[in-house]
């Protein structure tokens, strides 16, 4: 059961300031800093004390002298919702920090800001923030089959803006945790399950699935354990096991949210880490002037998309900017940079199935899968007709084009393919550019129009007369 289907992303912000410039100013930062930042401004503590009575928010900062308070005695006041016991709290100050480091701990302060640092510098802290202090929001997976329990508990998850989904046995957290790694639409961020079940598998069982069957790493999917027992062994053996982190019944709230944030902030780094190292392989594979794959990833991946199944039949070509130098020479490298920016982008929308790739300089190879004949020399025709109709800064661009249908040649490696597409291109730059030559085999490299007929088994006309070209 789905005790809630969604959680907003929007992270909504109170700025609490005496300074009408000062609350404009950090606002816009904050906004700027934050992802989906809404931020709602004040001027004194009575007035941040009723908003946040009203509704919650995900994150308060406070000047240290407020007209009608002290910024300290506010953050206590604060500390006194429910509804905002964990919510970060920073204070902004200019001359306070032995006080604040000698009774922020007291008061609940999160962080604080020196503000002599200027505004400049409260961008870079409130990023930094950011980062370090991701906000209490995932979605669990709560697994308990006492009603009274689950009762109790899933409030507390919900009013800290939590997502619970609430299931009773262990066998239907397996199933869901299983469909997540297979692929489903749940998404997971933390596991919460009582160690005593009814059914066959325990909590204990399901810890072991999670690790040993479905393989989550305690970073991957963090796993809270609620035991009512004070055995150290047990306590030892959910370690063991897995267990991120255990609470023992009966349940103090706030100890139980103290620990799911924790895990939840290992979850967040976690699928940041992830992110990161995601986009760093990407860019280690992008050619970062056009946009399309570099050699690197031709190299590391060529080969294993030419053997793919799923890609046959598969066409190799290679493609030149004819008298790109030219170009370089009288235009300069900044308009040479253009077009080869604008070529890239033409593969793309093209040929969106494709792989576009930069082999240096002004070549690039397409690898481009399931065209049957017909359709793969009519897409290389309007390819060559559209270049050669783009005419970027009136400078008149063609290109020439070498290609090989690969299916023909089943036993040979992208490797061979490519030189086998680089002939055909020589012959294309040695009859006369601005047109397209096909590889048959390693003695056969004839223009297409010749190539046509052979290929698709069409009458022997020109191809830009066949039908669909």
Same mark, same amino acid.
């Given at each position: ?25 950090? =606002? ?73 480091? *000698? ?11 020196? *503000?002599?640092?200027?505004? +400049? ?27 009274? =329990?689950?009762?109790?508990?899933? +409030? ?11 299931? &009773?046995? =262990? ?7 299983? /469909? ?41 999917? +963090? ?56 986009d760093m392989e990407k860019i280690s594979v992008t050619d970062t002037?056009? /946009? ?16 793919? =199944? ?44 494709? &792989? ?17 004949? *017909? ?46 597409a680089d002939l055909a291109l020589y012959g294309a730059k040695e ?15 004839? +223009? ?14 020109p191809l830009r007369q066949i039908k669909g070209v």
């Amino acid at each position: 059961m789905n005790h809630k289907e969604s959680h907003s992303i929007t992270n909504r912000i109170l700025m609490v300031d005496r300074s009408a410039v000062s609350r404009e100013l950090l =606002a816009r930062m904050m906004r700027t800093g934050i992802k989906n930042a809404e931020v709602l401004t004040c001027k004194t503590g009575a007035e941040a004390l009723a908003l946040i009575h009203e509704s919650h928010f995900d994150l308060i900062a406070t000047a240290l002298m407020l007209p009608d308070m002290d910024g300290l005695d506010l953050c206590q006041q604060i500390r006194q919702f429910k509804s905002h016991r964990y919510t970060p709290v920073v204070v902004i100050s200019g001359d306070a920090d032995t006080r604040l480091l *000698k009774e922020g701990y007291a008061a609940g302060v999160t962080d604080y800001f020196d *503000k002599s640092q200027g505004y +400049p510098a409260f961008s870079k802290f409130i990023s930094e923030f950011d980062q370090r202090n991701q906000w209490l929001v995932g979605h669990l997976l709560y697994v308990e089959d006492s009603k009274t =329990a689950a009762a109790l508990t899933i +409030p507390v998850l919900e009013k800290n803006g939590l997502q619970v989904t609430h299931v &009773t046995s =262990a066998e239907e957290a397996y199933n869901l945790l299983n /469909g997540m790694r297979q692929g489903s639409d749940n998404n997971f961020d933390l596991v919460v399950s009582d160690f005593y079940l009814e059914f066959d598998m325990t909590g204990g069982d399901l810890l072991h699935a999670i690790r040993a069957r479905m393989h989550y790493s305690r970073q991957e999917l +963090p796993v809270l354990m609620i035991t009512g027992s004070d055995d150290t062994d047990t306590q030892v053996e959910l370690f063991h096991a897995g267990a991120n982190d255990f609470i023992a019944k009966p349940i103090v709230d706030e100890i139980m949210m103290a620990r799911i944030r924790s895990l939840l902030l290992i979850k967040h780094q976690y699928d940041t880490l992830q992110t990161q190292a995601k986009d760093m392989e990407k860019i280690s594979v992008t050619d970062t002037l056009t /946009g399309v794959f570099n050699r690197r990833f031709l190299m590391d991946n060529g080969e294993e998309l030419r053997q793919d =199944a799923q890609n046959q039949p598969m066409w190799v070509t290679i493609i030149d900017i004819d008298h790109f130098k030219q170009i370089n020479d009288t235009q300069g490298h900044l308009i040479g940079d253009h077009v080869l920016v604008g070529l890239g982008k033409l593969f793309k929308n093209l040929f969106p199935e494709a &792989t576009p790739i930069r082999f240096g300089g002004e070549e690039f190879v397409l690898l481009f899968p399931k065209y049957e004949p *017909k359709e793969a020399l009519a897409r290389l025709e309007r390819l060559r007709a559209m270049v050669e109709g783009l005419n970027p800064f009136k400078i008149p661009i063609t290109i020439s084009i070498g290609a090989i249908d690969a299916s023909n040649h089943p036993q040979k490696s992208l490797n061979e393919l490519i030189k086998l597409a680089d002939l055909a291109l020589y012959g294309a730059k040695e009859n006369g550019r601005n047109r397209i030559y096909i590889a048959l085999d390693d003695e056969h490299i004839i +223009p297409i129009e010749e190539a046509a007929p052979l290929i698709i088994d069409a009458p022997q006309i020109p191809l830009r007369q066949i039908k669909g070209v």
